[in-house]
């Protein structure tokens, strides 16, 4: 599967940014999709979460701020981004997982985007 991210950019800190994942199947067929991020000098580390069934996890640091959605139409989704700060600067990365359970044992399969990046300066 492709996955291709848009959207990124650099705005000033307060501002707000929308990425977009475009999947090349339907992103029904994924257990979840998921946006990363990852700074210079860090590890990737997740942002937010949506399951197939619509239920969605943030970390701590962007929840109230991130919002993740999805229009199955166009096997898109989306990361909704607002009061940005100078530390949510780094490459976002869009995660779809495949699962698949062969009798007792659950196989996860991770594609992933190129990344797009986000610059948050004053």
């Known amino acids: 599967v492709q996955l291709v991210e848009s959207g990124g950019g650099t705005v000033q800190p307060g501002g707000s940014l929308r990425l977009s994942c475009a999947a090349s199947r339907s992103i029904g067929s994924f257990s979840a999709m998921a946006w990363y991020r990852q700074a210079p000098g860090n590890q990737r580390e997740l942002v937010a979460s949506?399951?197939?069934?619509?239920?969605?996890n943030y970390d701590a640091s962007v929840r109230g701020r991130f919002i993740i959605s999805r229009d199955n139409a166009k096997n898109t989704v989306y990361l909704e981004m607002t009061s940005l700060k100078e530390e949510d600067t780094a490459v976002y990365y869009c995660?779809?997982?495949?699962?698949?359970?062969?009798?007792?044992?659950?196989?996860?399969?991770?594609?992933w985007g190129q990344g797009t990046q986000v610059t948050v300066s004053s």
């Open positions: 949506m399951t197939a069934g619509g239920s969605t």
């Open positions: 995660n779809a997982r495949t699962t698949t359970n062969k009798g007792w044992t659950r196989y996860n399969h991770d594609d």
